[in-house]
């Protein structure tokens, strides 16, 4: 027996059991990640919703409202919190932190003995490709249904395509209680006299891709679904994202290990630790590692504002693999 309803689906995920693994053992590690899969399942009850099933390192939830999923997503984040303190209390040490990422959509689901399918469950589960360490990113539709006074909490990350869907999807980004997610202005901004950036040029190794405007925000990261992929064990699945927030292009670090950026114009490597910064003009990001670093894997930028250049300068409409320069 099958029932249509409209629910908010949430999909929560751990990151980072790997290396917890490596570095206490299967017993130590498994009973870390099944307290904290245990920890965060219990805030959807308490806030109105019912479990769906488990996956691993995370769970599916659906909610009656799309405020109670958001409000679940926020406790969720506060009780990994509390389980990560214990365990570096206990254990004496803090690497290796799991973290957590939440996404939410809503629309109608159909309902099959106990199960959950439809367009929102699928965009809610694939919205994860695209969450950061510790992010809650919700659908359009998901802050449509909120109270007005709560829509201030997110940001927008404007249209993103996911995998296996035609038509993109508009995504926005929670900020946390007591956290400020605007982005920090470092390193200046577009030149004076020029107009806002119409693209921007990444390249790894012979891989070289362009991104306009109308292709934010760009992931990049390790995994496949990466709007920039990244082909190295020491980067991230999503290790860092591009967004054209106003006129300018904000470079935002969502690793564990961290995002460095050299601008061509200066000396120093700015280090992003789930932080943010302008790019502009050129320069190289180092990802999980300064890029003067040889042995990091080091993507190099540029910035192009208008007029645009000829497309026939760059050979960039289909990526070109082959192995990095620099591994």
Known sequence: MSAIQRRAVVFADLRGSTALYELL????????????????????????????????????????????????????????????????????????????????????TV????????????????????????????????????PLDSRDMFRSLDLVRLRGRVEPVEVHLLSRRGMDTAPTLVGGGPLMGMAGPDAVILTWGNKVRRFTASDMPVVIGRAAASDMQVDDAR????????????????????????????????????????????????????????????GVAAMQFEVLHAPLRRDDEYDLLSPIIAPPSRR
């Open 235 to 294: 980067v991230s699945r999503s290790h860092c994202r591009i967004d054209m927030i106003g006129a300018t292009l904000q470079l935002s670090d969502l690793s564990i290990n961290g995002t460095f950026v050299r601008f061509t114009s200066e000396d120093e490597v700015l280090s992003l630790r789930r932080g943010s910064c302008t790019l502009h003009g050129s320069g190289e990001v180092g990802l999980s590692g300064s890029p003067e670093d040889p």
């Open 111 to 146: 309902e099959v003995s106990g199960d959950y399918f439809g367009d929102a469950v699928n965009v809610a589960a694939r919205l994860l490709d695209h969450a950061g360490d510790n992010e809650t990113l919700v659908t359009a539709d998901v802050l449509r249904a909120l």
């Open 25 to 108: 053992g299967n017993t130590d590690a498994s009973q870390i990640v099944t307290e904290t899969v245990d920890a965060i399942s219990r805030r959807v009850p308490a806030t109105g919703g019912i479990v769906v099933k488990t996956l691993g390192d995370g769970l599916m939830a659906v909610f009656p409202t799309a405020a109670q999923a958001v409000e679940a997503a926020d406790q969720m984040h506060e009780e990994i919190d509390i389980v990560m303190r214990r365990r570096d209390a206990l254990t004496g040490f803090t690497e290796a932190r799991l973290q957590l990422q939440v996404c939410i959509a809503l629309g109608e």
